[in-house]
T-cell receptor
Framework: ETGVTQTPRHLVMGMTNKKSLKCEQHLGHNAMYWYKQSAKKPLELMFVYSLEERVENNSVPSRFSPECPNSSHLFLHLHTLQPEDSALYLC??????????????FGQGTRLTVV | TQLLEQSPQFLSIQEGENLTVYCNSSSVFSSLQWYRQEPGEGPVLLVTVVTGGEVKKLKRLTFQFGDARKDSSLHITAAQTGDTGLYLCAGVGIQGAQKLVFGQGTRLTINP
């Protein structure tokens, strides 16, 4: 039990579909993150939310759209994805206090396959 | 852009042997974290090192932060099959503090 829960664990979607990934944390953290993990590449930071405000957007294509309705929930809305978007999508949360970043706690990830 | 290079990328050894994994950068980090990730799971934090030259021990695992805070190492003594996994180092930059930069990982296999 990591305190960070992601659903679904596995998702197969067509290139014309619209789907959403969900992340929920009950650790009282104030920052949440989306990372993409592809084979043979480092974990890529996609989005950062701090106090429900997006503070980082790492040149991610617009077919990925994040949403953070409150400090406990984070969504990643997907539409018209490409096969190269297939990867493990990881959500993480942490305490962000000013310029100090505490350790990140990760969810188990959503294994996304785009067909 | 702050980059972290991990070496080796793959390591396969026998149970009982010792090993060291390295995490190097040309950039200075305010802190560095080590995670272990098992198949089908998210990374799990092992340790955070903050002070240059700091050494932390976690049972058979010894973590060291370089004096200049640009590099780190993980040493495992008498490896066990349960140590198998992907080991990731991640650095918190001195700028853009809410950005955790990851290395590409070392995939470690301990054979019985």
């Amino acid at each position: 039990e990591t305190g960070v829960t992601q659903t679904p664990r596995h998702l197969v979607m067509g290139m014309t579909n619209k789907k959403s990934l969900k992340c929920e944390q009950h650790l009282g953290h104030n920052a949440m993150y989306w990372y993409k993990q592809s084979a043979k590449k480092p974990l890529e930071l996609m989005f950062v939310y701090s106090l429900e405000e997006r503070v980082e957007n790492n040149s991610v294509p617009s077919r990925f759209s994040p949403e953070c309705p409150n400090s406990s929930h984070l969504f990643l809305h997907l539409h018209t994805l490409q096969p190269e978007d297939s990867a493990l999508y990881l959500c993480a949360s942490s305490h962000a206090r000013g310029l100090t970043l505490a350790e990140a706690f990760f969810g188990q990830g959503t294994r996304l396959t785009v067909v | 852009t702050q980059l972290l290079e991990q070496s080796p990328q793959f390591l396969s050894i026998q149970e009982g042997e010792n090993l060291t994994v390295y995490c190097n950068s040309s950039s200075v980090f305010s802190s560095l974290q080590w995670y272990r990730q098992e198949p089908g799971e998210g990374p799990v934090l092992l340790v955070t090192v903050v002070t240059g030259g700091e050494v932390k021990k976690l049972k058979r695992l010894t973590f060291q932060f370089g004096d200049a805070r640009k590099d780190s190492s993980l040493h495992i003594t008498a490896a066990q099959t349960g140590d198998t996994g992907l080991y990731l180092c991640a650095g918190v930059g001195i700028q853009g503090a809410q950005k955790l930069v990851f290395g590409q990982g070392t995939r470690l296999t301990i054979n019985p």
